[in-house]
Nanobody, 119 residues
């Protein structure tokens, strides 16, 4: 299983970024996908999640209203569009996959991508 995030970087306050997470090694279309973030000195927190079919989405925390999570099951990729970024959004953003197979739950993390919001 591999989850490879990309799209992070340095952005000015008020700017936008689109993160991508390319998945492989499992049946992507059956997995619920999420984005988490972890700032220095803080616990990892859920940012957004999307169901396997793409219709059900959930947004959490202070970024609600500034995010759009989406997925392309044909490309095995989940995206996170982030708008109107503020310095407090600076963190490492992680992709997370979860699915069940034969009554067993599987969870995997990506390696993370750094997002820095600064002028």
């Amino acid at each position: 299983v591999q989850l490879v995030e990309s799209g992070g970087g340095l952005v000015q306050p008020g700017g936008s970024l689109r993160l991508s997470c390319a998945a492989s090694g499992f049946t992507f279309s059956t997995a619920a996908m999420s984005w988490y973030r972890q700032a220095v000195g803080k616990e990892r927190e859920l940012v957004a999640s999307i169901g396997s079919g793409g219709a059900a989405t959930n947004y959490a925390g202070s970024m609600k209203g500034r995010l759009t999570i989406s997925r392309d099951n044909a490309k095995n990729t989940v995206y996170l569009q982030m708008n109107n970024l503020i310095p407090d959004d600076t963190a490492v953003y992680y992709c997370h996959a979860r699915w069940w197979y034969q009554s067993k739950e599987y969870r995997y993390w990506g390696q993370g991508t750094q997002v820095t919001v600064s002028s």
